[in-house]
């Protein structure tokens, strides 16, 4: 007889292991059949996070709307040390969540700790931008939103007297680090019409590319926690233009239908971390090939014993790590652009 497969499972504290299980539970009893999603039951089990005026943990927060008829808004956290820094003293970090484009906010509790902590390990002033959602706004509704953000930043004076514009880095996690690399690229085509804004750098964090093809880690770690297949599918479903699949630009950056960015000027250097125990590994690594191929600076980071979205969870050693790792890119890409 046949021996069957090994069943794959990362080590991870306990902690980890319910978190993931509620996270996929939610994500799960949420998507409805039809292609829509539950919000109301959704929101039941999405905790939220409220600004602080008063710094907490560091940082103080606030939110800002932009556009009241999309629900456009973005939360900006200070660090308690910008006031000490001096003006135009502090990077400006453009941050996006993640969740497949259909799901959480920058007020969800995990990113708002993940934008405290960038604001204060940096130091930084953070923009967490609160996007449309899928499968109510479909592609490329979200990339409009993530450049409006930056023409907004670039014309308006609300940001914090620290907070300086030239030195803007674009980043994101999973659906949030495409978006990223999308806004990355408009804002290299529309430079010449940007008066302030200078992004110096693009942070993907395990990115959310994908394809028809299935990978090997795609069908390897077809039960990850937080990441599989079918949870994958339903996302690019919900968030690509009807009758699209997966080889559509948005999702298969680097497939035949990908933007040819090799002539592209004004490109950021890129950061790409790659976990071992994510199922969109391998689309990760195509990405930072095709930047290189493409003439563009790129770097990756990997670390072989990670899940999907690892950073977001403080009692796993790796997290704290990555924060050094970013820490160090934004300091090299401001220094060499002296």
């Known amino acids: 007889m046949a021996s069957k497969d090994p069943v794959l499972s990362p080590s991870l504290p306990w902690k ?3 978190t993931c299980g509620l996270l ?19 929101s039941l089990f999405d905790i939220r996070s409220p ?18 008829s999309r629900n456009l808004w973005f939360r900006i956290f200070v660090p308690s040390s910008a006031s000490a820094s001096g003006p135009k003293s502090l990077p400006v970090f453009i941050f996006f969540h993640g969740g497949g484009f259909a799901f959480l906010s920058p007020d969800t509790i995990v990113y708002d700790a993940v934008c405290r902590k960038l604001a204060r390990k940096i130091p930084s002033i953070v923009i967490s931008v609160n996007y449309r959602l899928s499968p109510e706004h479909r592609y ?7 450049f409006d953000v930056i023409k907004y930043l670039d014309g308006e004076g609300i940001l914090p007297e620290e907070a300086d514009v030239s030195k803007c880095f674009l980043a994101g996690d999973s659906a949030g680090a495409n978006l990223a690399h999308h806004v990355a690229v408009r804002v290299a085509e529309e430079s010449a019409s940007l008066k302030a804004v200078r992004v110096l750098g693009l942070v993907t964090i395990q990115p959310f590319f994908g394809g028809e093809e299935r990978t090997a880690a795609e069908l390897r770690l077809r039960s990850a926690p937080i990441v599989n297949l079918d949870r994958t599918d339903w996302m690019w479903k919900a968030f690509l233009p ?3 699949n997966r080889d559509h630009e948005a999702s298969n950056v680097s497939g035949p239908r990908g933007k040819d960015i090799s002539g592209l000027r004004g490109f950021p250097k890129t950061l790409v971390f ?20 493409s003439g563009k600076e790129a770097e990756k980071i ?37």
């Open 274 to 293: 790659v976990g071992g125990w994510d199922p969109l590994q391998d689309w990760q690594r195509k990405y930072y090939e095709w930047l290189k191929k």
């Open 140 to 146: 490329p509704c979200q990339y409009e939103d993530g």
């Open 24 to 42: 996929n539970f939610c994500t799960d009893i949420s998507r409805r059949n039809n292609g829509t999603i539950n919000r109301r039951l959704l």
């Open 302 to 338: 990997e670390y072989p014993d990670m899940i999907h979205a690892f950073y977001l969870f403080p009692e796993i050693p790796g997290s704290h790590q990555l924060f050094t790792q970013l820490k160090d890119f934004v300091l090299n890409c401001i220094s060499n652009s002296k």
């Open 51 to 68: 600004t602080t005026p008063s710094a907490v943990k560091g940082v103080s927060s606030s939110d800002y709307t932009l556009d009241s």
């Open 242 to 244: 009807e009758g699209s």
């Open 16 to 18: 980890t292991r319910i």
